[in-house]
């Protein structure tokens, strides 16, 4: 059974800032929060796919850093695979998200994380406080 590989971007800003998204469905996860990414594509490198998905949702050109974590668990079936990113270019804008926020690091649970990304942020914090 070949597992679809789903990539996300934790964008963060040199303020330490993460870019947090709210999703706007499947009805089952709207109004969670979770990082930015989408569905690698037949033939598509993850990192292509990431870069391609945030200028899709965000309408920004990131640049892809270190790989945060191994595979993480979704549904079954979905794997997620997860990078720091920076942005290159661009303002991002919720185009296919309810809202965006940045969060600062005391703020970096004030959002309904989805249960996916919540150990996802957990890893993120450690790393971005170790720097």
Same mark, same amino acid.
Do not use: I, K, N
């Given at each position: 059974m070949s597992v679809i590989v789903v990539v996300a971007a934790v964008i963060v800003d040199p303020d330490g800032r993460v870019l947090a998204a709210q999703r706007a469905e499947p009805p089952a996860l709207a109004g969670g929060w979770e990082f930015p990414g989408g569905k690698v594509d037949p033939g598509e490198g993850e990192e292509e796919a990431l870069v391609r998905e945030c200028r899709e949702e965000l309408g920004v050109e990131i640049a892809v850093g270190e790989r945060v974590g191994g595979d993480w668990p979704l549904s079954p079936g979905y794997v997620m695979r997860v990078w720091l990113a920076a942005l290159a270019s661009g303002?991002? *804008?919720?185009? *296919?998200?309810? &809202? !965006?926020?940045? !969060? &600062?690091?005391? *703020?970096?649970?004030?959002?309904d994380w989805l249960g996916a990304d919540l150990p996802v942020m957990k890893t993120v914090e450690s790393i971005l406080l170790a720097d």
């Open positions: 303002t991002p *804008e919720a185009r *296919e998200h309810m &809202a !965006l926020r940045w !969060l &600062a690091p005391d *703020e970096y649970y004030d959002v």
